[in-house]
């Protein structure tokens, strides 16, 4: 069936310095997308969506670009700080659906 | 943080036994959804209540049953448990039916012997 992913397991980063999460997508007729953060023995929390009539938005210290022709839809982190640390989770959603589909996840580690 | 709390946070079980899973929504939110999370992989979609009716159901057996209040808080209900149960379920509200933006609850892990 149709599925989210990602394309790093495990992404390291240096405190300061800006973190790009990526994610592939293969259902054509998603048209809202979202990233949520995990932390340890939390619930994902939203960060940023996106909707398909749209390339790029942005949020504090956080900005998601959609790019449909690929597929891909990325969030970049500025300035990444060590309270980043977290599983990163891509979601997407058909015209007309109601569930969110997640991506595997990926592991964001800032280093001191 | 947000307005969405779960009970129990922990939950030991043992095969064939049945559990109920208890959500309160966030203030103003009429939709409840339920998601279970394996431990390293991303939330999969159970089953959505809108208006205390099931509106929109994931790849998941009838043994998973849920009921939503007036209140427009939530149970999730497991019979025959089995040891693949074992996950983190994730209760989530939202503003309406379209279940755009969740935001979710901190969990009830559950393991099941």
């Known amino acids: 069936g149709e599925s989210v992913g990602l394309h790093l397991p495990t992404l390291s980063v240096q405190e300061g310095d800006n973190s790009i999460i990526n994610c592939a997508y293969s259902n054509s007729a998603s048209d809202y997308f979202i990233w949520y953060k995990q932390e340890s023995g939390k619930g994902p929390q939203f960060i940023i969506d996106?909707?398909?009539?749209?390339d790029k938005r942005q949020g504090q210290r956080v900005t998601v670009l959609l790019n449909k022709t690929v597929k891909h839809l990325s969030l970049q982190i500025a300035a990444t700080q060590p309270g980043d640390s977290a599983v990163y989770f891509c979601a997407e959603m058909g015209r007309a659906g109601n569930m969110l589909t997640f991506g595997g996840g990926t592991r964001l580690m800032v280093k001191p | 943080e947000t307005g969405v709390t779960q009970s129990p946070t922990h939950l030991i079980k043992t095969r064939g036994q049945q559990v109920t899973l208890r959500c309160s929504s966030q203030?103003?939110?009429?939709?409840v959804s339920w998601y279970q999370q394996a431990l390293g992989q991303g939330p999969q979609f159970i089953f959505q209540?809108?208006?205390?009716?099931?509106?929109g159901r994931g790849n998941f057996p009838p043994r998973f049953s849920g009921l939503q209040f007036p209140n427009y808080s939530s149970e999730l209900n497991v019979n025959a448990l089995e040891l693949d149960d074992s996950a983190l379920y994730l209760c989530a509200s939202s503003q309406d039916r379209r279940n755009e933006k969740l935001f979710f609850g901190s969990g009830t892990q559950l393991s099941v012997l």
């Open positions: 203030s103003g939110h009429n939709t």
């Open positions: 209540y809108y208006r205390e009716e099931e509106n």
């Open positions: 996106i909707r398909s009539n749209m």
